[in-house]
């Protein structure tokens, strides 16, 4: 396969110029801008970008216990349609990844690159550790309690210590359930105005502040999982200006949406940790910016229609954002002078995989070709009727955004392809 007059952009290969990449037995064979290669499938990729395909280091794909919302057959069609090749899979299901058969069960590499975390404590409850040597032998890229905190500072210190010792991350749902009420939205005039609880930022910040210092201390690796508060941010710096082994993530809902939008999108306004005040984005979009937050995750966390419908107060928390996760961040921050590309597709493409151990990718020979072809001037408004995933819970429904996934090669073969139109 070569795909020709492409704008060719990889920033971990210093790789800026127009020109056609060449494929041969899912591998990089060659790259340039005067490259030509006869009797072999063409891809004219003329007005469009090809980048090194994307890495969500945090989706859920809620297999086992809960397929009715998705699977792993609908979730990697969610991931390819939206540029990604790669998923990491959060273990809070039903029951938990807190043994390694179900490690093994969840690790696979078809249709795309899938990996797993597996539990700190066992069922996610925070009472007994796992055997964290066990779900790194069967295929663990971290241990994590998502979806709940690890808040016994004990179990988080031996995750930490095992971290120190083998090198597998430990990934933290930042929250101190000790701080206020686990609240709905962010506690404030939106939270009083809808009669809902509020939910304090503190819980955040300040275990943000304990698993950092953690680090420190144990010389583990800690990776703060979707940060969405300024003041947690002040930790990440200081751990990143004094070499603390610590990384992060943030979403694209809690770059470009506010607790202000909570009362038109309802439930699907609703995520933990809550979205933030105009405050928290500006800061949040300055440290991915810098580098201080290293990566982009989605949290793709897909509930039923029926789930949502029940308001803000029953319906459970999360919302989808593969399909749309490049196309917010290129329409709204890059397309925007907000945020450089390259920093864009470092965050989404080059980190998440260096971070987590998996084999990195790139516009280089010898590359396995996962590549994803965009479309940075379609224009197209956001429909969840027509997404792959098998849920509807977008808080980005309706928008009218620009760049577009047309294409989706995965070991040098076309997985996805949608329309230019």
Known sequence: MLIKNAKLFDPANNVDFEGAVYIRDGKVADIGPGLNVDGVDVIDASGCYVFPSFCDPHVHFRTPGQTHKEDLESGSRAALAGGFTSVIQMPNTSPAVDNPDLVRELTRDVPIELRVMGAVTRGTEGRELTDFNALKDAGAVAITDDGQPVNERVFMQAAVQFSSETGLPVASHAEDKSLGLGGVVRIGRMAESLGVPGWNPARESSMVKRDCLLAKKLKGHVHICHVSVAESVDYLRTSRDKGYNVTSEVTPHHLLLTVDDVSDLGANGKMNPPLGLDKDREVLLHALSEGIIDCVATD???????????????????????????????????????????????????????????????????SRADLAIVDPAHRWIVDPEKFESKSRNCPFAGMELTGKVVKTIRNGEILWEGDRK
Do not use: C, W
């Open 300 to 366: 793709h966390a897909p509930h039923t229609p029926r789930e949502k419908s029940q308001g803000l107060m029953r319906s459970p928390f999360g919302v989808i954002g593969l399909e749309t996760s490049f196309a917010v961040m290129y329409s709204e921050f890059v397309s925007m002078g907000l945020l450089e590309l390259g920093r864009l597709i470092d965050a989404m493409s080059i980190r998440p995989r260096k971070i987590f151990n998996l084999e990195p990718i790139g516009l280089v020979k010898g």
